[in-house]
């Protein structure tokens, strides 16, 4: 299990157009960022131009045609931490239901072979583990600052 | 070489110390009970020191506990910054995709309504 952001939403289109707004440059730009360079091939390198001016710079890890985006991403000489963001399509009664996965990176845990050693597997994760986390964490600040 | 290391760098880390119930157990006792050294958390948490101790050393690493001298042993505290940057971090990007989803929603139901309306003239 691992922290993570989901997110899901329902469109009122069949999944083969919702691919095309989650996969086409002129669509991206509609949604994702102001300015977005995203091709959807394993590997590629692109960046992602928010409407603040933020940038991040994005490597696209995973592609299930119709199905499956994945990419790794993070702020161009900014705070720092890299994410993952997975994007998946679906159908569903109304349309097409996409669901978005984003958590961080663990990096800096490769510095240390203590840290090597604790390493838990991210790819574990569930929903509700997380939202567990997220109150423990809330609840561990609550303690802290008391 | 090692280099400064920003802030929020830190926020993968701390989630991955996080991730461990056991570990939460640990730094939820250090919390609650305040300073206290592995030996006394032995007796409170159902694990070895020893494993108290490799927990400890991993929430050491990622920002979560510091430590002190007292005696013999060393006596670990909570220190709350990297929570603070971690529950940021998934406010902030919880609520980026809000926004962004938000658009895609408009986005396709835009592209819906012209074919709705040929589909039904």
């Not at chain 1, 097409?96 to 994760?125: G, H, K, N, W």
């Not at chain 2, 993968?12 to 206290?36: H, I, K, N, Q, Y």
Request: some cysteine; proline content about 6%; glycine content about 8%.
């Amino acid at each position: 299990m691992a922290p993570e952001i989901t997110r899901q939403v329902t469109l009122d289109i069949d999944p083969e157009a919702a691919w095309d707004l989650l996969t086409r440059p002129e669509d991206l730009e509609g949604w994702l960022g102001d300015e977005v360079v995203l091709d959807p091939t394993p590997g590629a390198a692109g960046s992602v131009r928010d409407h603040d001016g933020t940038e991040r710079r994005l490597v696209v890890e995973e592609v299930d045609h119709g199905q499956r985006l994945s990419w790794r991403w993070w702020i161009e000489g900014g705070d720092g931490v890299a994410s993952r963001v997975e994007i998946t399509v679906a159908p569903s009664d109304a349309g097409a239901l996409v669901t978005v996965i984003e958590r961080p990176l663990p990096r800096s845990l490769d510095r240390t072979a203590v840290a090597r050693a604790q390493v838990v597997p991210l790819a574990a994760a569930d929903a509700w583990s997380n939202r567990l986390l997220h109150l423990e964490a809330m609840l561990l600040l609550v303690a802290a600052r008391g | 070489m090692t280099r400064p290391v920003p802030a929020d760098d830190a926020v993968g880390e701390v989630f991955a110390a996080l991730a461990d119930p056991t570990r939460r157990a640990v730094l939820r006792s250090v919390a609650d009970d305040g300073p206290c050294t592995a030996t006394e958390l032995a007796t409170r948490i159902p694990v070895t020191r020893q494993a108290i101790a490799k927990h400890l050393a991993v929430l050491q690493s990622a920002g979560l506990v510091a430590t002190a001298r007292a005696g013999r042993e060393q006596q670990f505290s909570v220190t709350p910054g990297p929570l603070l940057d971690a529950g940021a971090w998934l406010t902030r990007t919880g609520t980026a995709w809000d926004d962004r989803l938000d658009r895609l929603q408009r986005l396709a139901h835009d592209r819906s309504r012209p074919r709705a309306a040929s589909d039904g003239g």
